[in-house]
Nanobody
Framework: VQLQASGGGLVQAGGSLRLSCVAY????????MAWYRQVPGKQRELVAS???????SYADSVKGRFTISRDNPKKTANLQMNSLKPEDTAVYYC????????????????WGQGTQVTVSS
């Protein structure tokens, strides 16, 4: 199982970006999908998550500006980021809870490689 994140870049404050994360592989299911972010010298923080039942949760700092979504057949999670602020600058990582691989009873967390988001003031 491999995760591939994309969509980061440089944007001015007030702008938008859309991040995507795709899981490659077969014979597994995905429980919760989540996006984290990290800046140098700080711990990785949870930005948004969405369960297999489509229950969403957000960090207070992004509520009302970010929207997480998922497409199960495509094994994809998206993070729509609007009204971006300079403090949103970070490396963003996707995280999927993988179930059923390599053995049916197995569960683990898979991480994407990270994508840089830079918001200029």
């Amino acid at each position: 199982v491999q995760l591939q994140a994309s969509g980061g870049g440089l944007v001015q404050a007030g702008g938008s970006l859309r991040l995507s994360c795709v899981a490659y592989g077969n014979r597994f299911s995905i429980n919760t999908m989540a996006w984290y972010r990290q800046v140098p010298g700080k711990q990785r923080e949870l930005v948004a998550s969405i369960t297999s039942d489509f229950v969403r949760s957000y960090a207070d700092s992004v509520k009302g500006r970010f929207t997480i979504s998922r497409d199960n057949p495509k094994k994809t999670a998206n993070l729509q980021m609007n009204s971006l602020k300079p403090e949103d600058t970070a490396v963003y990582y996707c995280n999927f809870e993988i179930a059923g691989w390599p053995a049916p009873e197995d569960e683990f967390n898979a991480w994407g490689q990270g994508t840089q988001v830079t918001v200029s003031s």
